[in-house]
């Protein structure tokens, strides 16, 4: 499966990985010539091995909620806890900002957030490292990594090959194989080209090379 894509919703990313398994079991291979981020690395972590170049790269798997990213709001709640026990003369300064949660808004961020860690877990444990004897383990360790507000700073950091592959995904070189490398590369350059120069946003082809572009209308 080649994979490009900057992300998405875990809800849509749950139904397709739930559809690809039942169409070919765990015996799928993540192709990502250039980005897979967020959803698109939850998706990859949901393969067999992730078929990556020097130039490709995964992102951080920490959900978001209308933009903002969950994680970093419940460190903030912590820590507006804790500076006001600390010290009462804040307690108008954080009042201002947790004033602007909604109610139930926290409670959907630690949702979304153990939603994101147990799917990719799950995946990781039941496909990518199935049969190991610390499956358990290995997977935790890369949704560990994956979920890293801290360290990632950023939910749009690039990780790449060398990173993934000291975190235990299974990562495999494109460049290992010259003519594979040039069938990925043209056939994602092919997709690229219509994208951005048509300009398309869905493109639906069969084996025969019949194909259905639906393209972005001119403006007016």
């Known amino acids: ?45 949901s393969c067999r091995e992730i078929v990556m170049a020097k130039h490709s790269n995964l992102g951080p798997i920490d959900p978001h909620l209308r933009g903002i990213p969950v994680v970093g709001v419940a460190k903030e709640f912590k820590r507006a806890c804790d500076e ?25 961020c630690e949702n979304a957030v153990e939603w994101s860690k147990q799917f990719v877990s799950k995946q990781l444990e039941e496909v990518m490292f199935s049969g190991e004897q610390d499956a358990n383990k290995k997977a935790r360790n890369v949704v560990k990594k994956l979920t890293d507000y801290s360290g990632n700073k950023s939910h749009d950091r690039h990780i790449h090959i060398d990173e993934c592959r000291q975190m235990g995904l299974k990562i495999i070189s494109l460049e290992d194989d010259p003519d594979f490398q040039d069938l990925v590369l043209t056939i994602h350059h092919c997709y690229m080209h219509i994208f951005q120069n048509l300009p398309a946003y869905k493109c639906i082809e069969n084996h025969l090379g019949v194909a259905l572009f639906k393209n972005i209308p001119p403006k007016q």
């Open 1 to 45: 499966m080649l994979l490009h894509t900057p992300g998405g919703s875990v809800g849509a990313t749950e139904s397709i990985v739930d559809y690809l398994r039942r169409m070919f079991g765990n015996n799928i291979r993540a192709i990502v010539p250039q980005i897979a981020m967020s959803a698109g690395t939850m998706i990859a972590c």
């Open 84 to 108: 006001v026990k600390r010290n009462k003369n804040l307690i108008p300064i954080w009042q201002s900002i947790i004033g602007q949660y909604r109610p139930t808004f926290l409670g959907q």
